[in-house]
């Protein structure tokens, strides 16, 4: 685990605008820069990067946050690779915090696997460009694929020589141990000694999606040889072939971008396609498709476009690989392409424009798919007919969500010609089947993040409370230090119990007057994100005085950066469109910070005591049956004019 003090010092030093430019180009907009949304299409800027806040905002896509939020989003590093990644750009030694010896040799042991397969896939790359043998052998068989020179070196194409000991003494001449060589499979040690296991082979390296050498496929080119043609790593601490995806570090911005991945079968599939201009694109490589392998692809996209060959080999394979796909909530289409044909052979003799063209008009829903495929196979035959209505059935059963299971039910209907409720009773069969007389949905912990992400706008918008909390924090954030003066309500009672009106004029900071009115009004904040952020930034207040955005902004909840670079740069959004030429100016909150402070705490105030009643209608029932009737009127009186008297503050009619 990375240390406390190491992950200040990457804050500290890296700059949001230095890693930003490397991945999109920004031009100076003031004391900000701004520039195209590398998230979504768009003409006319409305991404911002602010230096002196350290933070980036995107308005279009909604995204922002600091410079490891912007790693997270664009390059789709986890938290802690996004941490190694800038302690990488700024030469700063990484320091681990106590680990037990087991946990010590567990790392070591997957770090040293990593470096074993970088060094392998540099071998490689070597012996395809430099030595004779892989000029003649692989380079040669590349260039027959069609592949250009940029695209073999962007992809790290490589050689492994024929001779059987080639690599191995190479790499344990260069220090590497035995024990790593075998254990991460580049050599296989038995008996008669050690052998590498790709020789003579062309090498494909599999990534991760963080870009590190996590395993190879090799490809032999002899026609005579009496092995397997395709060979890949076996497993190990860093390999796992149900959880690996070809070409998903290559393809990974450009799926987000698109916000679709076309899944193929091959590695020469995924290279024609990148190199036509079709980047989003990964390959299963070969293995039947799993659950985690989607998985990946749902860190990136919902939606799913599934390309197989011609034959009827590969379409079955396709109709395979759908229920998985379903059952993880995504959006599938599939795509086959003209018999003979396959993604590689198609994209070779097409052009990109040919290609989207195609892919456009060719991919077909799956129900549509499906019909089409087992109603060729069924034909006139009305018993082969009804298990191909079973299939299907079988496979919308395995639709998360209930809607779309309807809409799904319908479309069949129609294309199967069957009426809807007998395919409402087989659909409930299935699910009897499974023990789940009514399907609920579960989201997994990505799911529900994407939910809130999508939902949070509207909640701010259908829940007052939640839209003054947000406002709460923004004028702790903005303005917490700032010395103000504040007109106070006070509302005592006399000895008849009426309500009684007192104002006077009060000068506080803004922090402690926020904090002691919510105080005393006993009030926790609804929304966790909103309640997090409130307790840092009074103790942060109440302890050093001041705020340091600089610190703030270091949040390692991506959702908590994303809320405060969303109030600290909502004040700037007007640069990126030049309101001040179109003669629209900007009011300066500064002015009326007071003011701000007053009636956001008394329109927080007034929504409470409307919670308040109407949780004393609730108990009414029990109220009247328990002869406490005047007693509950009496409370709702006392609220009723309290509110009266804060609408009346507020300049307000109920």
């Given amino acids: 685990m990375i240390s406390r003090s190491t992950i200040d010092q990457v804050y500290e030093t890296a700059r949001v605008e230095e890693i930003i430019v490397d991945f999109i180009t920004l031009k100076k907009s003031g004391s900000n820069f701004k520039g195209l949304s590398p998230f979504s299409q768009e003409k ?114 490589g050689y492994a020589r024929e001779m059987k000991h080639n690599f191995y003494q190479k790499a344990t001449k260069a220090g590497y141990s035995e024990e790593y060589l075998v254990s991460s499979g580049l050599v296989i040690k038995n008996e008669r000694g050690a052998i590498d296991r790709f020789r003579g082979r062309v090498i494909f390296p599999i990534r991760t999606m963080a870009g590190r050498v996590q395993g190879f496929g090799g490809r032999i080119l002899s026609s005579t040889a009496k092995t397997a043609k395709y060979l890949n790593s076996p497993e190990s601490e860093v390999y796992h072939k149900s959880q690996v995806l070809y070409g998903i570090y290559e393809s990974k911005k450009a799926i987000a971008k698109e916000d679709a991945c076309y899944l193929v079968e091959g590695y020469t599939d995924v290279i024609q396609l990148f190199q036509k201009g079709i980047k989003n694109v990964v390959s299963s490589s070969g293995t039947a498709l799993t659950s985690e392998q989607i998985r990946l692809i749902r860190r990136l996209t919902s939606n799913i476009v599934v390309l197989f060959d011609g034959d009827l080999a590969g379409l079955r394979a396709a109709i395979r690989g759908v229920d998985l796909i379903l059952e993880q909530g995504m959006n599938v289409k599939i795509c086959s392409f003209p018999e003979g044909e396959d993604p590689d052979s198609f994209a070779k003799s097409n052009s990109q424009e040919e290609i989207n063209n195609y892919l456009k008009t060719e991919a077909k829903d799956f129900i549509e798919f499906k019909t089409h495929i087992l109603l060729k196979e069924a034909k006139q035959d009305p018993v082969k007919k009804a298990v191909t209505v079973r299939e299907i059935i079988q496979s919308i059963s395995k ?17 199967m010609e069957v009426s809807e409720p007998v395919l409402f009773n087989t659909l409930a069969q299935e699910q009897n089947k499974k023990q789940k007389l009514v399907r609920k949905i579960e989201n997994k912990p990505e799911e529900k993040e994407t939910l809130v992400q999508k939902n949070h706008h509207k909640d701010l918008v259908s829940n007052p409370l939640l839209y003054l909390e947000k406002q709460i924090i923004s004028i702790l954030i903005q303005y917490g230090n700032y010395e103000a003066s504040f007109d106070e309500l006070i509302v005592s009672s006399d000895e008849n119990g009426n309500l009684i009106e007192e104002s006077k004029t009060i000068h506080s900071k803004v922090y402690e007057k926020i904090f002691l009115d919510l105080q005393q009004d006993e009030v926790e904040f609804i ?34 950066g994303k809320i405060i670079t969303d109030i600290l740069l909502i004040d700037e959004l007007h640069q990126l469109h030049s309101w001040e030429k179109k003669n629209i100016f900007v009011k300066d909150r500064e002015s009326v910070v007071g003011q701000l402070v007053s009636e956001t705490i008394l329109t927080f105030r007034r929504y409470l005591i409307d919670e308040k009643i109407r949780s ?39």
């Fill in 399 to 415: 639709i998360p969500d209930p809607i779309q299971q309807e809409i799904y039910i319908k479309q069949c209907a129609v294309a």
């Fill in 44 to 157: 006319t800027p409305s991404f911002m990067v602010s230096p002196v806040k350290q933070i980036w905002k995107d308005f279009s896509s909604g995204k922002g946050g600091n410079v490891v939020a912007f790693l997270m989003e664009h390059e789709h590093f986890s938290y802690p690779e996004a941490i190694r990644f800038l302690a990488k750009r700024y030469n700063i030694e990484i320091e681990e915090t106590e680990q037990s010896q087991e946990e010590k040799e567990k790392a070591n042991s997957k770090e040293s696997l990593y470096l074993v397969n970088q060094y392998a896939q540099e071998s490689f790359e070597k012996d395809l460009w430099e030595y004779s043998e892989g000029i003649a052998i692989g380079l040669s068989y590349f260039k027959e694929r069609g592949f250009k020179d940029e695209t073999i070196r962007f992809f790290g194409l």
């Fill in 527 to 560: 929304q966790p994100e909103f309640r997090s952020l409130y307790d840092q930034l009074i103790q942060t207040y109440q302890l050093e005085g001041q705020l340091k955005l600089d610190k703030l902004s270091q949040q390692e909840e991506p959702r908590l």
């Fill in 616 to 654: 004393l209608s609730e108990e009414s029932k029990t109220k009247r049956e328990a002869n406490k009737t005047s007693e509950f009127l009496e409370d709702v009186i006392q609220y009723q004019n309290l509110k009266k008297l804060l609408s009346k503050k507020l300049n307000r009619v109920l």
